[in-house]
């Protein structure tokens, strides 16, 4: 029976209320898909301030570097708005995924089709099955390259290498073959000389992908197209800066925060899963956080890394039946029966 070590980093506010439901979710997964799951907790962010004075201890690194994955709640909140320098939870989150080489971040835009109402598109734009995956690298390009400033002027370089496109490349072209074989790659080649490298390698990569049906798009035409036509993507990938401002402008086309999950991959099995909003300190210690986020989070985890890919399908099933009926206050609506955290991961669990 395959057992599987994890990490968790529970993090601040809503965090551990949120990953404590993903993990009775994981847990019952375990149970039906005969696979068993070893915990250890770390601490990252705030709490890890607290704890040990920086947000990213070397005992967190190790433990996460010893587990098969990684799960994360979220960090911050106003206790450590005020720390001096990157001594700031935020630092934390940046310095693990540098730490675990997790060069791809993965984001998708998925509607449910109970909380469509929650899409600021059009019913008829979305459709029933709006299904996009944005495939972002995450360890390249502007926000790493030299940046200086003088007097009255300052700059950021965008440089990427042939080896970086590829395996980020790669990391896309194995998506779409196991979704529905089409890739749209985005840059800017009609001006920037990395983009027209990012373009060639691309190019490179697909003949070992000839199933998938490859199209180039500009950033500034994809922008327009994931609010004109949504349907029109499968997977898309893209550098760093775009992949960080298309991955919001498609998350938000799904609607609500609580409900969207995300994860980042290194070359090997390895991979960090998280929800992609934040601590929420506003309603940490109510129980009326959305565990929904985290939950898929997990689910991501079970197919990406974990090759449960039947566990993984469960459970985003499960969400999408319980959905019909419950909600937590976040995605409430006339109705239906209001739920707490907890009673949501109860919910997916006994659906499950
Ligand atoms: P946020 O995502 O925490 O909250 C924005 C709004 O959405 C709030 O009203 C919150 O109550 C609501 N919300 C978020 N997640 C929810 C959920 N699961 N269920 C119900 N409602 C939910 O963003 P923010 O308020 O800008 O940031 C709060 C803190 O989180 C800050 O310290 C910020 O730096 C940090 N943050 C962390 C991460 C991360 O850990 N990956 C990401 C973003 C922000």
Excluded at 174 to 180: E, F, Q, T, V
Aim: contains cysteine; glycine residues 10%; proline residues 5%.
């Amino acid at each position: 029976m395959a057992n599987y070590k994890i990490t968790l980093l529970k993090g601040d506010g809503i965090g551990p209320e949120i990953v404590n439901q993903a993990v009775k979710v994981l847990d019952k997964a375990a149970d039906k898909f005969g696979f068993t799951v070893e915990y250890d907790e770390a601490l990252l962010g705030g709490c890890a301030i607290d704890a040990t004075g920086v947000p990213l201890p070397e005992e967190t690194i190790a433990k996460c570097k010893a587990s098969d994955s990684v799960i994360l709640g979220a960090v911050g909140g106003p206790k450590w708005d005020n720390q001096p320098g990157n001594n700031r939870p935020e630092a934390g989150l940046l310095g693990i995924r540098g730490a675990l080489g997790l060069f791809a971040n993965l984001r998708p835009s998925v509607i449910f089709g109970p909380l469509k109402s929650a899409s600021p598109i059009k019913d008829e734009i979305i459709g029933d099955d709006m299904d996009i995956m944005i495939v972002r690298e995450l360890t390249g390009g502007i926000y790493f390259g030299e940046r200086g400033r003088e007097e009255d002027a300052a700059w950021d370089t965008e440089k990427y290498s042939v080896a970086e496109v590829e395996r980020i490349a790669r990391v896309a072209f194995d998506l779409a073959m196991k979704r529905n074989k089409k890739l749209t790659s985005v840059d800017k080649a009609n001006v920037l000389e990395s983009s027209r490298l990012w373009r060639q390698t691309v190019v490179n990569v697909a003949k070992d992908y000839p199933e998938v049906e490859l199209n180039h798009m500009y950033v500034d035409n994809c922008a327009m197209q994931l609010v004109r036509n949504p349907k029109q993507f499968d997977v898309i990938v893209t550098s760093n800066i775009f992949g960080d401002i298309l991955s919001d402008e498609a998350s938000m086309i799904a609607g609500s925060i609580g409900m969207l999950a995300s994860a980042s991959l290194s070359g090997g099995k390895l991979g960090l899963y998280e929800p992609i909003h934040g601590s929420a300190p506003d309603i940490a210690g109510k129980g009326i956080a959305n565990p929904l986020a985290t939950i898929l989070s997990v689910a991501m985890m079970l197919r990406y890394s974990l090759a449960q890919p039947e566990a993984a399908q469960a459970i985003e099933t499960a969400v999408a039946k319980v959905l019909e009926t419950n909600r937590t206050p976040d995605i409430y609506e006339e109705g239906m029966n209001k739920v707490s955290c907890e009673q949501m991961g109860d919910l997916v669990c006994a659906q499950l």
